[in-house]
């Protein structure tokens, strides 16, 4: 199947959904990071609407003749999955979302805000030079985040139409409340895992979802930014959570 990647062994208990939207392949890195573990399948995108992409994931959970399966979606990833597991909830055991965008135009002047200047702090580099880690090339937010260095690109191709027409679909359903009634849906235990240095506000997806979801846990990690499997400080905490909370599903 070209839009889906196998990781790990038999059986599938996951489905990792990707971010952008367009951008097919950038969470390659969670499904390796779980491959040891679990039995992986990785949502490759291919359509330009979300309406087609639920039903893409639903063919994919058919083909594969899964019961239930945990979804992991990563920034717009995680709406879409959200999306799926309120018109679905029969086929979703836990919903998992990663670096989510805030569910309220509320939080949008804290998004903005938080994407700042970055600056390394010179206790920081003193750290990654004696593990060995320092990079010129090496991006950094003022609260400590810090991405890895010589990270590969996973990201297959940037499709940027198939990037403009589902940001304007997302825009939309967040402006009009669309996408968070979608929660009065959800039937599965839901765990969000967010940076605490994302410039996606975390309380963006706390407050709205805590509010409205009866099994709803929240975990905020320090100096950890958008992409924390990519992150030296949030990668290791990132995936003792990601599998922790896979295990314990039912």
């Known amino acids: 199947m070209t839009n889906c990647r196998e990781y790990g062994?038999?059986?599938f208990r996951g489905i990792v959904v990707h971010g952008g939207p367009g951008a097919p392949g950038c969470c390659a890195g969670i499904c390796r990071g779980l491959a040891s573990d679990f039995g992986i399948l990785e949502h490759l995108q291919t359509k330009?609407?979300?309406?087609?992409?639920?039903?893409?994931?639903?063919?994919?959970?058919?083909?594969?003749k899964l019961d239930k399966v945990i979804l992991i979606g990563h920034s717009w990833g995680a709406w879409l999955s959200f999306i799926f597991a309120a018109k679905y909830?029969?086929?979703?055991?836990?919903?998992?979302?990663?670096?989510?965008?805030?569910?309220?135009?509320?939080?949008?002047p804290q998004l903005v805000e938080a994407r700042s200047v970055k600056i390394m702090p010179e206790e920081q580099k003193e750290d990654l030079i004696a593990a060995n880690l320092y990079s010129q090339?090496?991006?950094?937010?003022?609260?400590?985040?810090?991405?890895?260095?010589?990270?590969?690109?996973d990201m297959i191709a940037?499709?940027?139409?198939?990037?403009?027409?589902?940001m304007d679909e997302a825009i939309s359903l967040r402006a009009s409340g669309e996408l968070l009634h979608y929660s009065k849906d959800i039937k599965c235990p839901v765990v969000a895992i967010?940076?605490?240095?994302?410039?996606?506000?975390?309380?963006?997806v706390k407050e709205p979802l805590e509010k409205r979801l009866t099994d709803f846990k929240?975990?905020?990690?320090?100096?950890?930014?958008?992409?924390?499997?990519?992150?030296?400080?949030?990668?290791?905490?990132?995936?003792?959570?990601?599998?922790?909370e896979i295990q314990s599903a039912t």
Request: one cysteine or more; proline letters at 8%.
């Open 9 to 11: 062994k038999l059986p």
């Open 48 to 64: 330009n609407s979300t309406e087609e992409l639920i039903e893409e994931l639903l063919f994919i959970i058919k083909r594969y």
């Open 89 to 108: 909830p029969g086929y979703v055991s836990k919903l998992i979302l990663a670096g989510c965008g805030p569910f309220d135009v509320s939080y949008f």
């Open 137 to 153: 090339d090496m991006e950094y937010d003022p609260d400590h985040y810090c991405l890895l260095p010589n990270i590969k690109t």
């Open 158 to 166: 940037f499709h940027e139409e198939q990037f403009k027409a589902l």
């Open 194 to 204: 967010h940076g605490k240095n994302d410039p996606h506000p975390w309380r963006g």
């Open 218 to 244: 929240m975990f905020v990690i320090d100096k950890c930014g958008h992409d924390p499997w990519k992150e030296y400080y949030a990668k290791d905490e990132f995936f003792t959570i990601l599998k922790s």
